[in-house]
């Protein structure tokens, strides 16, 4: 008996067929619904409209700001669901819940002093990440780049229901290393990001020069989907003076062995100390936080 306790309690969770259905789509749909319900207010409305299947925009303010923001609920392209860890409520889980941009100490002693926080964010989505520092540092001013017009519309309309025009400038456009216009395949939420000029169902958007923008932030976070490599490759990636920085790269663009080592690489030779590698579900992306060297 005691035995066959021992075997209900420890082995249950190693039993292969188990583990599948926890992994399983359902199951990871309801945990996703379960945990973007905590973060908000409206609880009840978010658990049903993500797991009944409603589709289309609706309003939330956070719980622990009152902040007032807009998820795109149950999106899906053409003809397929959006990719896993693209969509609005994984963000904001990703953001308010799993808390994955909260600076870890060696950044946050390089910003923490600093007021008014001037932040530039790079890949801004719909706007969760300029309400996660709003939400840290009330009086801080986001410079915020999002191509992606579904994303920016939604990120507009976030900036004008919270008044907070006068600090949260909106940029539509991406980053880059020269001022030009782009193709780029939109309407992929997180996912979005520039392809070749002869992709089908590509748009034009235009880009910055990032190296012409980027002069005098205390905090930069990028998040552009492959666009990364170009702006670490520019011989002018020593000349940003942000204090700190926080990087997710992709390996799917970079042509690179090790595309971890050859980003903390190129920070290191710019003038950057490496304060923490977060770990990635896959190797195929990471998180990386830097300061400047003093």
């Excluded at 963000?91 to 946050?108: C, I, K, M, S």
Aim: aromatic content about 8%; charged content about 25%; some cysteine.
């Amino acid at each position: 008996m005691a035995r066959l306790q021992e075997v209900v309690r420890s082995g249950i969770v190693r039993f292969a067929p188990l583990r599948f259905v926890a992994r399983g789509p359902v199951v990871q749909r309801a945990l996703l619904a379960y945990r973007g319900a905590r973060v908000v207010k409206e609880r009840m409305r978010f658990l049903v409209r993500e797991l009944a299947g409603l589709r289309g925009p609706a309003s939330y303010r956070l719980a622990e700001t009152d902040a007032t923001f807009l998820v795109r609920h149950n999106v899906e392209r053409l003809t397929e669901p959006i990719g896993p860890g693209t969509g609005d409520p994984y963000v904001l889980v990703e953001l308010f819940h799993r808390r994955h941009y909260e600076p870890p100490p060696g950044v946050a002693r390089r910003i923490d002093g600093r007021r008014p926080l001037r932040v530039l964010d790079l890949g801004a989505n719909i706007g969760l990440f300029g309400l996660f520092v709003l939400a840290r540092y009330p009086d801080a001013e986001v410079t915020a780049l999002e191509p992606d017009p579904g994303s920016a519309a939604m990120l507009r309309r976030c900036i004008d229901l919270n008044g907070l025009g006068s600090r949260w400038r909106l940029v539509e456009a991406c980053a880059g290393t020269e001022e030009r216009q782009v193709s780029f395949m939109a309407d992929e939420f997180a996912n979005s990001h520039i392809v070749a000029r002869d992709a089908p169902g590509a748009i034009e958007v235009g880009m910055v020069d990032f190296y012409e923008l980027a002069r005098g932030f205390d905090f930069i976070k990028m998040d552009i989907q492959g666009g990364e490599w170009d702006l670490l490759r520019d011989p002018r990636l020593s000349s940003v003076d942000a204090p700190a920085l926080v990087l997710e790269w992709h390996a799917a663009s970079s042509q690179e062995d090790d595309p971890l080592e050859a980003v903390t690489v190129r920070l290191s030779e710019a003038g950057y100390h490496i304060v923490r590698v977060d770990p990635a579900p896959t190797s195929q992306t990471g998180v990386v936080w830097a300061g400047r060297r003093v």
